[in-house]
């Protein structure tokens, strides 16, 4: 009986101490995700990466925004929406105790503002990633002089942007012609 208590005395306590002391979490551990809106771009690659739909972007024209929202209670911590940013603005937190008493509390929203075309003043896109297209697009060029001249390009809405492409010199291209009175 001796020789049993004094092994048990050297096994230690086997379990931990979590309510009343803090739980340390093993490095890799997935909690909850956060999202840091200065780095976000509002690209939407976290949204459609996500497979149990927590994360939604909503656009809306008349306001002027896109709003990037997480529902906690739908996420299942797999770690996707982290691995697509390309810009490493969301990732998986420490932080695993999420209960909470008002449903509204599971809900984390950012607002973003858009870019509105220069040419017929529809939103296109949000105004951080053109910002961040026309710096990788300088960078890559290695033309910090015609910065002006990209992002004058980038503020043109898609169809616009096909428009002046195809005109040349104030022709317009016939095919595309077509298409429009179509």
Known sequence: MLKLLKTILR?????????????????????K???DPQQCIACGACTTACPANALTLETDAGENSRVWQLFIGRCIYCG??????????????????????NKADLYVRATFRLQHCSECGVPFAPE?????AVELLALNQNAPHQLENLR???CLCPACRRRA???HRGSVNVHYYLKEQA
Do not use: D, H, N, W
């Not at 490493?88 to 909470?100: K, N, T, W």
């Not at 951080?128 to 961040?132: D, E, I, N, P, Y």
């Open 11 to 31: 096994a230690g306590e086997p379990t931990v101490k979590y309510p009343f002391a803090p739980l340390e979490v093993c490095p890799g551990f997935r909690g």
């Open 33 to 35: 995700p956060e999202l």
């Open 80 to 101: 996707r929406c982290e691995e697509v940013c390309p810009t490493r603005a969301i990732r998986l937190s420490e932080e695993f105790e999420l209960a909470v008493t």
């Open 128 to 132: 951080k990633s053109v910002a961040l």
């Open 152 to 154: 004058a390009q980038a």
């Open 165 to 167: 492409a195809l005109e």
